[in-house]
């Protein structure tokens, strides 16, 4: 029998990710699961069982939680007897322990790591833990994410136990299964399909597109970076995509370079994480603030780019986002279905055009989500947008800037009080990219070509017969024929974020 030992602190994915990496990474499966608690983290306690719920119901585990051990928060020694007991009961019956020494307080983790390697006493005789985990985590912006949604290229499991004997253990493999299955899964959660084929062993990929090679791409194993080579000579058939679709791809992944021009009381030019960095400290200043797009700018994701950023800052603030009801008329103009082509998967599908265009549309869910006022207007011209922005800001104190990707645009907005137009200029492909963009990659070529192939992966389609409206919202895709522990893992990630 296989014990776990962990300790409930302030955050319950410290607890939840060791564990689940542990399993996933060297197989290690246990029956039953120790938390070590006070009645500061009850809460978080209770969390972390619901965790290792999903784990049961998604991986088909029969894992148990005992809760018994209520410690003290501050008393060293009761928290050591509490480790010693759970220690000395279950070796007494021969199991197999872990300990995890990556949550719960500093003297927690100290005392946890030395019980694991030292062992602890009874008396009569000493007992040693056999394996001591340790989850650690490269990039803090992460601390609160799940375990598949950080890139497993920044997340190094340590077991010091064997690590600091020098032995290695053959019993430590992949949990792996062979079924295939078809999955639908949304954007954030193919990055769990990245992190699982990347624990089998595969860190270079490829796409293709009507049987031509789009993109490669290469997984740095111990950083979030990856290499993108991408192939823009293609011959595409018409209701697959063109050469501007193949441009639309890039900019809205995040593959190319990236400058901010500014265009307040002085010109002024960022690069990308320069922007971001002075957009954060402009939303904390006292006066008001709301950022708003046209409808280029959120096909080219600028709205969620924003967002991923300041949700990973410690300090946390609510932007004021406001869309203007004329992008949102654009973006809902349906330029009409295919009718009639050489692929049947493509027939009463949508456009290739409407489907670059369905990629704003979940931008506008997106700034929806995050209570985005709805700036009444007509129309869906440039006129219009400008027009709803002015009188917006004529109507509301404050500052509003606008991100635009047209040149045009951002001159017709110069020298209007109180708008500040802001130009996005995409420029060269980046030598090196983050795992999370080569996420994007895949998600937004399999909706703008509608469908791909990854190369060990499978075929993924933006479009199939059956797709429903909201499918287009919650940015789903169908993976054909994917490894079923891709599915398991998405199950969790459901149920737990």
Not at 54 to 64: K, P, R
Not at 72 to 100: H, Y
Not at 218 to 235: C, H, M, P, Q, R
Not at 406 to 433: R, W
Request: with cysteine; hydrophobic share 40%; net charge neutral.
């Amino acid at each position: 029998m296989r014990v776990w030992i962990s300790t409930v602190g302030s955050s319950p994915l410290a607890v939840f990710n060791t564990l689940w990496m542990a399993i996933v990474k060297e197989g290690y499966v246990p029956d039953k699961v120790y938390l070590l608690w006070n009645y500061k983290v009850e809460k978080n306690k209770e969390i972390i069982k619901n965790y290792i719920k999903s784990l049961n119901e998604s991986y088909n585990f029969n894992i148990d939680v005992d809760e018994s051990y209520k410690v003290s928060e501050d008393d060293f020694k009761d928290f050591s007897n509490a480790l010693k007991e759970i220690i000395v009961k279950e070796k007494e019956k021969g199991n197999e322990i872990a300990i995890d020494m990556t949550p719960g307080r500093k003297f927690m983790s100290a005392l946890s790591m030395f019980a694991g390697i030292e062992g602890v006493s009874d008396g009569k005789n000493k007992y040693k833990c056999d394996r001591v985990y340790y989850l650690h985590l490269k990039d803090m912006g992460y601390i609160n994410y799940p375990l598949f949604l950080i890139p497993f290229s920044i997340q190094e499991l340590h077991e010091f136990i064997s690590e600091l004997s020098g032995s290695k253990k053959d019993d430590r493999k992949v949990l792996k299964k062979e079924e295939l299955e078809d999955l639908i899964i949304n954007r954030r959660e193919i990055l769990a399909i990245l992190n699982q084929y990347f624990l089998f062993g595969k860190s270079n990929f490829e796409i293709k597109v009507e049987n031509q090679k789009f993109a490669t791409i290469s997984l740095y194993e111990n950083d979030n970076k990856a290499k993108v080579e991408i192939n823009k000579d293609l011959k595409l058939s018409y209701y697959v995509g063109d050469y501007e679709s193949i441009s639309t791809i890039l900019n809205a992944s995040g593959l190319k370079e990236v400058k901010f021009i500014v265009y307040g009381d002085e010109k002024e030019e960022f690069s990308e994480r320069e922007f971001y960095e002075w957009l954060f400290k402009k939303l904390k200043e006292k006066e008001t603030y709301y950022i708003t797009f046209d409808t280029n700018a959120l096909i080219n994701q600028i709205p969620r780019k924003i967002i991923d950023y300041l949700d990973k800052q410690r300090e946390k603030i609510s932007p004021n986002f406001a869309i203007s009801q004329c992008v949102i008329n654009e973006l809902t103009n349906e330029r009409g279905k295919i009718k009639d082509c050489e692929d049947r998967d493509f027939i009463n599908q949508p456009s290739s055009v409407d489907r670059i265009f369905k990629l704003g549309l979940s931008q506008i869910k997106l700034l929806i989500g995050r209570n985005a006022v709805i700036i009444p207007g007509k129309g869906v011209w440039d006129n219009n947008i400008k027009e709803s922005f002015v009188k917006f800001s004529d109507e509301h104190k404050g500052k509003l800037l606008i991100l635009t990707s047209d040149k045009n645009f951002t001159h017709n907005l110069q020298y209007l009080p109180d708008i500040i137009p802001i130009y996005v200029d995409f420029g060269e492909l980046k030598k090196l990219v983050k795992w999370e963009e080569i996420r994007d990659l895949i998600y937004i070529s399999s909706i703008v070509f509608g469908k791909i192939y990854i190369k060990p992966i499978s075929q993924v389609l933006g479009i199939w017969r059956g797709k429903n409206p909201i499918d287009w919202d919650e940015e789903k895709v169908l993976f054909r024929k994917i490894n079923v522990m891709c599915r398991q893992a998405a199950n969790v990630l459901r149920n737990i974020h």
